[in-house]
């Protein structure tokens, strides 16, 4: 079965912290993955995809990585600010129809 | 101004009635599909729609009917036949459905059933 599980369910750090986000998934056959933040209330907004020969991926603070032998994959956050908190969620694409698995999420607060 | 709109982003629906939730987008995309968030579970697909009149059903159709007359426009109608449907609805678009398309979401509508 396709899943995707992300870590910690949840993360609070003090602002200016850095932060790592975990994405495991089991879905077969792989397209991409793309992390999204959402802020609550709001929709999600893309932040990086990866595809299958990439390791790392940089947007400004926010650093994706990539193994697809394992099928992990992490966000790293640097130098955290307020408005950081948000909801990160892992989507991994399938190669097969309109496959999107969406994890379930990782809540970070991001404290002053 | 270019965009993705749902409206409206609060519904309150009694028992037994129907409801219909907005979803318009400007950005000339192809695509349009519906989700459900639910807390702790990751978004979940209702339908989608690859073309106008044409739309296929997700993993949880059950309970609600789309249509797509307008390429713009991909309105969702929760119906009585769906038993749970307290949540938070996200409406997304994307160029097409390749893989690396990435999909725009739309800011959600939040229902409740009283």
């Known amino acids: 079965k396709n899943q995707v599980e992300q870590s910690p369910q949840s993360l609070i750090i003090l602002e200016g912290k850095n932060c790592t986000l975990q994405c495991n998934y089991t879905v077969s056959p792989f397209s991409n993955l793309r992390w999204y933040k959402q802020d609550t209330g709001r929709g999600p907004v893309s932040l990086t995809i990866m595809t299958f020969s990439e390791n790392t991926k940089s947007n400004g603070r926010y650093t994706a990585t990539l193994d697809a032998d394992t099928k992990q994959s992490s966000l790293h956050i640097t130098a955290s600010q307020l408005s950081d908190s948000a909801s990160y969620i892992c989507v991994v694409r399938s190669n097969y129809g309109q496959n999107f698995v969406f994890g379930p999420g990782t809540r970070l607060s991001v404290l002053p | 101004d270019g965009g993705i709109t749902q409206s409206p982003k609060y519904l309150f629906r009694k028992e037994g009635q129907n409801v219909t939730l907005s979803c318009e987008q400007n950005l000339n995309h192809d695509a349009m599909y519906w989700y459900r968030q639910d807390p702790g579970q990751g978004l979940r697909l209702i339908y989608y729609?690859?073309?106008?009149?044409?739309?296929q059903k997700g993993d949880i159709a059950e309970g609600y009917s789309v249509s797509r007359e307008k390429k713009e426009s991909f309105p969702l109608t929760v119906t009585s036949a769906q038993k749970n449907p307290t949540a938070f609805y996200l409406c997304?678009?994307?160029?097409?459905?390749?893989?690396?398309?990435?999909?725009?979401f739309g800011p959600g509508t939040r229902l409740t059933v009283l």
């Open positions: 729609s690859q073309i106008v009149n044409d739309f």
């Open positions: 997304a678009s994307s160029i097409g459905t390749s893989g690396s398309n990435e999909q725009f």
